[in-house]
């Protein structure tokens, strides 16, 4: 059983050394933390309602169908991480909770309303908005991400809602002592599948930042 698991976990380590990731510089680390620039990107997003868990698996489902091929072209499109999940709460009374990534955005309208989250993948560098196939689904949308600077806490292990929150505080008090000025919604990334054991997960917290 040792030896199916130390095959298990070399096999997914070397699935996720081969799938795309965006592009950006190291501007600085000071582990957990990191500063990174990344180069501008095209994302296919999805707006999905609920809690974190069942956001995210609807938001994952409907962007991996396009990507799988629910496109004009029937092209199928590299899988890339991270999922992105971002909140899109402009009246900051839904508190995020956010999988590689996936992105969520929340956006709690009402008492009575459930959160919105932003689901979305970045597309592999070697498309544009014009040679990307254009979805069948209306749900999913692409859009171009312009350069930007975000400032980063990395950790491993499962997640919920009050991990995600803790990381997301720690990561305020670090853009504070380094006197950056945050600039958008916190967005929860997740780098591996689910099947992947929980030492060797990779999830990330994400503000972008202006200096």
């Known amino acids: 059983m040792r030896v199916l698991a130390f095959l ?8 996720a050394m081969a799938t795309e990731e965006p592009k950006y510089t190291l501007l ?6 990191e500063l990174r620039a990344y180069a501008p990107q095209i994302v296919a997003e999805v707006k999905v309602d609920g809690d974190l868990d069942a956001a995210s698996n609807q938001g994952f489902r409907l962007i991996a169908a396009y990507i799988f091929g629910k496109n004009q072209v029937s092209e199928k499109i590299a ?7 971002e909140s899109s709460d402009q009246n900051k009374s839904a508190k995020i909770a956010m999988t590689a990534p996936v992105g969520i955005e929340s956006s709690k309208s009402s008492e009575n ?9 970045v597309m592999p560098a070697e ?22 600077k975000r400032a980063v806490i990395i ?3 499962f997640y919920n809602q009050e991990k995600v929150e803790e990381k997301t505080h720690a990561l305020r008090e670090w853009i504070k002592l380094k006197n950056l000025k945050p ?5 929860f990334a997740r780098y591996n599948p689910p099947w992947t054991l929980p030492f060797m997960r990779r999830n990330e917290v994400m503000i972008q930042v202006q200096d």
């Open 8 to 15: 298990t976990s070399i096999l997914i380590a070397s699935a």
């Open 28 to 33: 600085e680390k000071s582990e957990p933390f």
């Open 79 to 85: 899988m890339t991480a991270p999922v992105g999940i």
């Open 113 to 121: 309303a459930g959160n919105q989250w932003s689901v979305s993948f």
């Open 127 to 148: 498309y544009t908005l014009a040679s990307l196939p254009k979805p069948l689904d209306p749900q999913v949308k692409i859009r171009e991400v312009p350069a930007e």
């Open 155 to 157: 950790f491993s292990g």
């Open 183 to 187: 600039s958008g919604e916190p967005q």
